[in-house]
């Protein structure tokens, strides 16, 4: 069974840093996009970053939302069937703060680059347990 669960949120002073860590495991196919999604109170969803590969290949590509460029960098490594996804967070902003969430999508086979854009806009197929980033001022 397919599943993905997120760690690392924390409580950070504006301008830190902190790093949010995903692992997926249960995987059916070879390639998937797995991503982070935050909530901040009061506000609809968001895209934040997500990347591609494959069980079977070490190519990794990644995404990230317009506004995320910069500051945010995501990454991941695998062990046999395991598959962690880090994000690392800098110069966080009181704004950063939200509920994060890490999101996971199978694929039967590698997709274009708008698909996986398009994955960050509208959501993936399973959805880990959140972790609050709170950035104080």
């Known amino acids: 069974m397919f599943s993905c669960r997120a760690s690392g949120g924390g409580l950070v002073q504006a301008g830190g840093s902190l790093s949010l860590s995903c692992a997926a495991s249960?995987?059916?196919?070879?390639?998937?996009?797995i991503g982070w999604f935050r909530q901040a109170p009061g506000k609809e969803r968001e895209g934040v970053s997500c990347?591609?590969?494959?069980?079977?290949?070490?190519?990794?590509?990644?995404?990230?939302v317009n506004s995320m460029k910069g500051r945010f960098t995501i990454s991941s490594d695998r062990t046999k069937n395991t598959v962690t996804v880090s994000l690392q967070m800098n110069n966080l902003k009181p704004e950063d703060t939200a509920i994060y969430y890490c999101?996971?999508?199978?694929?039967?086979?590698?997709?274009?680059?708008?698909?996986?854009?398009?994955?960050?806009?509208?959501?993936?197929?399973?959805w880990g347990k959140g972790t609050q980033v709170t950035v104080s001022s």
């Open positions: 249960g995987f059916t196919f070879d390639d998937y996009a």
């Open positions: 990347l591609s590969s494959s069980l079977s290949s070490s190519d990794t590509s990644t995404y990230y």
């Open positions: 999101a996971a999508e199978e694929l039967m086979r590698p997709m274009p680059s708008t698909y996986y854009m398009d994955l960050l806009h509208y959501g993936m197929e399973y």
